[in-house]
């Protein structure tokens, strides 16, 4: 028996179970080569895949019926692995890793239970970093988690629940920390929610305040000027002050102090999107890290060892793993369609492996981004192509929709997809 053993079940570790399965059924299923007696193995602290790129939308949606438990709200983002995997010949196993012994080839999932395996792929994704800044971890919400966007979604509406009961003169004051991707999209996104609340609680227009703190001279530094220009400009229309050149040194209950301007006072909700590094559970096993503590791989991304050799059989993909562009010198970005391109190419080289042929390289492409602005406003960005409003945020959902067809049989990948549109078009 051939054990594949997959680590986390984000978008590196669903697409290549989905694709591993796909691809051992065709080759050997039938013919009892090599690999006739196979097993995949996908392990995940959770029993859903969370759809990341529109966790800003749960945090933020507007207009929800009464939904206590927030079991409607949960629902648009956590597709049940149920779901994902029917029919499909995987196992999955919901536990916390507890330790990975690359040596002996298992993995610990605590109380004496163990998985072995004979190939390895670890996606388990990043956790976030807060550079050891004070206060932080204490005082801001974090933004990597379901929870987290549903602790947001009810501090928003406590707030203004508040603010209406206690007639208070002072404006509520909302700081977002990083002004990257996920900050500005958050950022826009609440804007429009705000927004929304002020119309239909007969607010002041002005009762609100949401800065975007960013330590650099920029928002966005991976764009040219000329995106980051037609995003700011959006974020400024929906009334964003963006401070730039603003390092948070300390967080405090309801402050924040920048290295250069002090500190500002009087924020009813502070949110951290910063930093994320790889998982702490990466340390120790003998593999070579990055600063960020992410695993360094080679073209086949294979994981390589302190000593600079690479393991055969150990494979790392996504926001886990950090590949150096041979063409830029630099880091490929953490993003969901890398984690998945990635995953096509260690499943492949995994077969290839059990096949006894050569492997392939990965070929890095990230020349394609979308960055939502706040309703059905969305920079879309493919090579040449550049296209900014309603139309990027056209594209936006069709990006959605083939994403939730790849793993969703097609009946529950329209209703996914047509839940979330109504849902999250009430901001808009
Ligand atoms: C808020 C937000 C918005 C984003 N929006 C976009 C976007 O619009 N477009 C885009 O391209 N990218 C986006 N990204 C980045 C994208 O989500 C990641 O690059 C992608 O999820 C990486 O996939 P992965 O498989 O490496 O990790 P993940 O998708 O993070 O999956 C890791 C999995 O491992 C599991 N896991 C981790 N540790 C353990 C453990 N010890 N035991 C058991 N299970 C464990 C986790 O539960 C998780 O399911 C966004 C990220 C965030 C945080």
């Not at 028996?1 to 179970?17: C, D, E, Q, R, Y």
């Not at 999107?273 to 960020?292: A, I, M």
């Not at 055969?312 to 886990?320: L, R, V, Y």
Request: contains cysteine.
């Amino acid at each position: 028996m051939t054990n594949i053993l997959i680590l986390g079940a984000g978008f590196g570790g669903v697409s290549a179970a989905l694709k591993l399965e796909k691809k051992l059924k065709r080759n050997f299923s039938a013919s009892g080569g090599p690999a006739a007696g196979w097993k995949i193995t996908l392990v995940d602290r959770n029993n859903f895949h969370l759809f990341m790129p529109s966790l800003y939308e749960v945090a933020t949606v507007y207009g929800l019926i009464e939904d206590g438990f927030a079991k409607y709200l949960r629902g648009s983002v956590a597709i049940p692995l149920s779901e994902t995997l029917e029919n499909k010949k995987i196992d999955f196993v919901q536990t916390e890793i507890k330790e990975v012994n690359l040596r002996k080839r298992f993995v610990n999932t605590g109380a004496g239970n163990k998985l072995d395996f004979d190939y390895l792929i670890i996606a388990l994704g990043g956790e976030t970093e807060f550079y050891g800044i004070p206060g932080v971890q204490d005082y801001a919400f974090n933004f990597k988690a379901i929870d987290d966007a549903i602790g947001i979604f009810k501090k928003i509406r406590e707030i203004y629940d508040n603010y209406q009961k206690e007639n208070r003169a002072e404006p509520i004051k909302i700081g977002i920390i990083g002004g990257g991707f996920t900050g500005v999209e958050l950022t826009a996104e609440l804007a429009c929610c705000v927004k929304n609340i002020v119309k239909a609680c007969s607010l002041d227009k002005k009762c609100t305040q949401i800065q975007l703190f960013e330590a650099g001279p920029a928002i966005l530094p991976v764009l040219n000027v000329r995106q980051r220009k037609s995003i700011e400009k959006r974020l400024r229309k929906l009334g964003v002050n963006i401070r730039l050149n603003s390092q948070v040194e300390e967080v405090g209950p309801d402050s924040i102090k920048t290295k250069a301007g002090g500190e500002l006072t009087g924020f009813d909700l502070i949110i951290w999107t910063g930093g994320v590094r790889g998982s702490r559970l990466l340390e120790n096993l003998g593999l070579k890290l990055t600063k960020r503590g992410t695993i360094e791989i080679n073209d086949f991304l294979q994981t390589k060892n302190s000593d600079e050799t690479s393991n055969k059989n150990i494979f790392a993909i996504g926001d886990s793993a950090t590949l150096i562009d041979p063409q830029t010198k630099k880091p490929v970005p953490a993003m969901a369609y890398v984690a998945h391109d990635q995953a096509d190419v260690a499943a492949e080289n995994i077969i290839r492996t059990i096949k006894n042929q050569r492997m392939g390289p990965y070929k890095p492409f990230y020349d394609a981004w979308i960055a939502p602005a706040g309703g059905k406003w969305a920079y879309f960005h493919y090579k040449g192509l550049n296209i900014a409003g309603f139309w990027g945020y056209c594209l936006r959902q069709l990006v959605d929709l083939k994403y939730f067809l790849r793993i969703l049989p097609l009946s529950k990948a329209l209703s996914l997809f047509f839940k979330d549109l109504v849902m999250f078009t009430r901001n808009d």
